[in-house]
Nanobody
């Protein structure tokens, strides 16, 4: 059975930083993505990293967020800097098979429960 668990969320002031972690068990991480969902909004793509280490970012976070992976720990990370109030959301991690990461929610197979990130102004 595959489990995906996020951690590292919290409350931070605008301009601050947080580092999210996502650990998977039951399956080796291949292509992984971070998504977020704010109240009343659709879940949206944030960042992804594929099996070879190539990374992809939403325009809204490019230059501020960095996704990385530690294969030995079967874990990925999302370093979030220069946080803005509009970054406030539940951040979810997801895993997919295949040969590449994806921007699309429906193409991921396993999801974590999410971790809350709140950025105060």
């Amino acid at each position: 059975q595959v489990h995906v668990v996020e951690s590292g969320g919290g409350l931070v002031q605008a301009g601050g930083s947080l580092r999210l972690s996502c650990a998977a068990s039951g399956r080796t991480i291949t292509n992984m993505g971070w998504f977020r969902q704010a109240p009343g909004k659709e879940r949206e793509f944030v960042a992804a990293i594929n099996w070879s280490g190539s990374t992809f970012y939403a325009d809204s976070v490019k230059g501020r967020f960095t996704i990385s992976r530690d294969n030995a720990k079967n874990t990925i990370y999302l370093q979030m800097n220069s946080l803005k109030p509009e970054d406030t959301a539940v951040y979810c991690c997801a895993l997919r098979g295949g040969d590449s990461a994806s921007y699309y929610v429906e193409e991921y197979d396993y999801w974590g429960q999410g971790t809350q990130v709140t950025v105060s102004s």
